[in-house]
């Protein structure tokens, strides 16, 4: 049997506030390296999933397992800072910081020396593109520099797994198309797991495999 | 980025904010050090008092807090002076007087019989000490000359009698540079107290050791009904103005940690407020609840020791602005002791904490969805 990345297992997730049931039962497998759509209309529940699969939210019911172990076992802040990298529809940057020190935010979570931080930050900028923009506050980059920044950021750790919850949301299409050459690539240089949750057909044309979800469930796979 | 980085950008992203929260604490923290510099000057200078003047024991009226309302009368000294250990004694009389035409109240006014013991320790800067057999005649303490702006040779009006300035002194003692000191039966007769004195100065035979000091006091005491006889380190401190002064400052310190730490509180908890969404990032990259915690309490540290650096500058500044008042020159020390900087140093560290802990716990608390949801 193939040893999963990712298993979501019978997932549920209420909201109390409202009594939304977002997710009324999901089961989802994620292979080690492949690319993964999750298409559906809006409140269908994507984002509620693929907060439960990067441990940033704890299911109602069911149970998220990360290489087979059960994420309720693990540290889980150790488990988001060191294994996933997170890439979201608004950014979520820091405007008060250079583009270069927000790549190296998720790094204080590691060993590294304040010198290997900056380097591998630099490095990581380098490898987006944006080499000539590493100084410059992220209040003052195009919305296509500011998402690549967030991805490089995503790469801080070298994560096994990226989660992106419409990464070009909020990108015009010329830099959608950039977005997707860029993820492409760094999945294929660092082996990369990439789980995206999207609207756009260009987007789910580039996963090997696309999940359709309505109202709380997957209904195709 | 060093961590500090961090913390130094969040606090330069709202520059007005952190001026006016540093500028807050910096009012709170000075007038705490202004006025804890005042008491300990104020209870330095009435110990110097003594001690330089070779004094052990000061001898009043039983049951006073303060050697101006004591009176006794000039004859006991003689009973005093026969208790075995008494090396030496003299009375004096004190009061206060006026001067209105320099805005001058409540100045020293000491009545001593010349050639005492407590003429020791006394620098004649300018002109002559006390003599026995003199009359109307005074000497002025420097700042009070200083004030008056009177000199040797000079005839000056205490209230309605005329006195000649015979002298200039300088003493250890602040508060008695600010006063004046007369013949004591010039003194005695000028405020109606004919016979009186406020107390006595007591030399020991054995002047060193604080347990036989004691001892000496309670005989004297057993001896003259009615005085308290009491080693000159406990009767200042003792004293009602003393005990005054330092008592206002500790209140004013309790008003300020509690306005300086609410101003904190308020500061800290707008902060994580408006940076819910930025937490709950960090959190959701897998910054672990305490580095939230070290970010946000070292952010209020932060504005606590600016605070204290700029409170550190304005004591400064205001010790000098209040020594533009005559009434205070006579006993403010414009040198603030170091201590005093590090009363300031401890105010910030606790203001940071009683301000910085809620607002930190709060942001180290947020879950990342609750707070990603913010925006
Ligand atoms: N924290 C929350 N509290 C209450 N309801 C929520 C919360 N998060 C999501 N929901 C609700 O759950 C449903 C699914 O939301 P979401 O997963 O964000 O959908 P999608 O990402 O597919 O648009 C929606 O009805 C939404 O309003
Ligand atoms: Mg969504």
């Known amino acids: 049997m193939t040893e999963f990345i990712l298993r979501g297992e019978?997932?549920?997730?209420?909201?109390?506030?409202?009594d939304v049931r977002a997710l009324r039962g999901v089961s989802i497998q994620v292979q080690?390296?492949?690319?993964?759509?999750?298409?559906?209309?809006?409140?269908?529940?994507k984002t509620t999933l693929l907060h439960l699969l990067g441990g940033l939210d704890r299911p109602t019911s069911g149970e998220v397992f990360f290489e087979g172990k059960p994420l309720a076992g693990l540290n889980i802040d150790a488990f988001r800072a060191r294994q996933l990298g997170f890439v979201f529809q608004s950014f979520h940057l820091i405007g008060t910081l250079s583009a270069?020190?927000?790549?190296?935010?998720?790094?204080?979570?590691?060993?590294?020396?304040?010198?290997?931080?900056?380097?591998?930050?630099?490095?990581?900028?380098?490898?987006?593109?944006?080499?000539?923009?590493?100084?410059q506050r992220t209040t003052r980059l195009s919305v296509g520099e500011r998402q690549r920044v967030a991805i490089a950021r995503a790469l801080a750790n070298q994560p096994k797994l990226i989660l992106a919850d419409e990464p070009t949301g909020n990108l015009d299409s010329q830099n959608q198309a950039e977005v997707l050459t860029l993820l492409a690539?760094?999945?294929?240089?660092?082996?990369?797991?990439?789980?995206?949750?999207?609207?756009?057909?260009?987007?789910?044309?580039?996963?090997?495999?696309?999940?359709?979800?309505?109202?709380g469930l997957i209904v195709n796979t | 980025m060093r961590?500090?980085?961090?913390?130094?950008?969040?606090?330069?992203?709202?520059?007005?904010?952190?001026?006016?929260?540093?500028?807050?604490?910096?009012?709170?923290?000075?007038?705490?050090?202004?006025?804890?510099?005042?008491?300990?000057?104020?209870?330095?200078?009435?110990?110097?008092?003594?001690?330089?003047?070779g004094v052990d024991l000061i001898v009043v009226r039983a049951g006073i807090g303060n050697q101006l309302s004591s009176n006794l009368n000039v004859n006991i000294g003689e009973t005093i002076r026969g208790v075995s250990g008494v090396l030496d004694l003299a009375p004096s009389l004190m009061d206060t007087v006026s001067f209105e035409d320099a805005n001058l109240?409540?100045?020293?006014?000491?009545?001593?019989?010349?050639?005492?013991?407590?003429?020791r320790g006394l620098r004649i800067l300018d002109g002559r000490t006390l003599k026995t057999g003199d009359g109307r005649v005074t000497l002025l303490g420097r700042v009070l000359a200083l004030n008056l702006g009177k000199k040797m040779g000079d005839m000056l009006s205490v209230a309605g009698e005329t006195f000649e300035v015979v002298g200039i002194f300088e003493t250890e003692s602040l508060f008695e540079n600010g006063g004046l000191i007369m013949p004591i039966q010039e003194l005695q007769k000028m405020m109606g107290r004919g016979g009186q004195v406020t107390g006595f100065v007591v030399a020991a035979v054995n002047s060193g050791d604080a347990e036989s000091l004691r001892a000496l006091g309670k005989r004297i005491e057993a001896k003259v009904p009615g005085v308290a006889a009491l080693p000159t380190r406990e009767y200042i401190a003792a004293d009602l103005q003393i005990r005054l002064s330092k008592s206002m400052a500790w209140a004013t310190m309790a008003v300020a940690l509690v306005l300086g730490?609410?101003?904190?509180?308020?500061?800290?908890?707008?902060?994580?407020?408006?940076?819910?969404?930025?937490?709950?990032?960090?959190?959701?990259?897998?910054?672990?609840r305490s580095r939230i915690l070290a970010l946000i309490l070292g952010e209020a540290i932060g504005l606590g020791l600016l605070g204290v650096v700029v409170g550190s500058a304005f004591a400064w500044i205001g010790i000098r602005l209040l020594l533009l008042s005559p009434n205070a020159r006579g006993f403010v020390d414009p040198q603030l002791p170091p201590s005093i900087y590090g009363i300031g140093l401890v105010m910030g560290a606790?203001?940071?904490?009683?301000?910085?802990?809620?607002?930190?716990?709060?942001?180290?608390?947020?879950?990342?969805?609750?707070?990603?949801?913010?925006?």
């Open chain 2, 105 to 119: 109240v409540a100045v020293l006014a000491s009545g001593w019989v010349p050639e005492s013991i407590l003429f």
């Open chain 1, 185 to 215: 690539r760094l999945r294929q240089q660092h082996g990369l797991t990439l789980i995206m949750v999207t609207h756009s057909p260009e987007v789910a044309a580039s996963a090997d495999r696309v999940i359709i979800m309505k109202d």
């Open chain 2, 261 to 288: 730490s609410v101003g904190m509180l308020n500061t800290m908890v707008m902060a994580v407020f408006e940076r819910t969404g930025e937490i709950g990032l960090l959190r959701a990259l897998g910054w672990r």
């Open chain 1, 100 to 135: 270069v020190e927000n790549v190296q935010i998720p790094m204080f979570e590691s060993d590294l020396s304040r010198k290997a931080r900056e380097n591998r930050a630099l490095s990581l900028l380098d490898d987006v593109g944006l080499a000539h923009r590493v100084n």
């Open chain 2, 350 to 375: 606790v203001l940071s904490l009683l301000g910085g802990l809620y607002p930190a716990i709060r942001a180290a608390s947020l879950e990342p969805t609750e707070a990603l949801r913010h925006d």
């Open chain 1, 32 to 45: 080690a390296g492949e690319s993964l759509a999750i298409m559906g209309a809006s409140g269908s529940g």
């Open chain 1, 10 to 18: 019978a997932l549920t997730r209420t909201f109390p506030d409202g």
């Open chain 2, 3 to 53: 961590f500090s980085t961090y913390i130094l950008r969040n606090m330069l992203g709202r520059r007005a904010r952190t001026t006016l929260t540093v500028l807050g604490l910096a009012v709170g923290i000075a007038a705490v050090m202004v006025l804890t510099g005042i008491a300990w000057g104020f209870e330095r200078s009435f110990q110097a008092i003594y001690p330089a003047k």
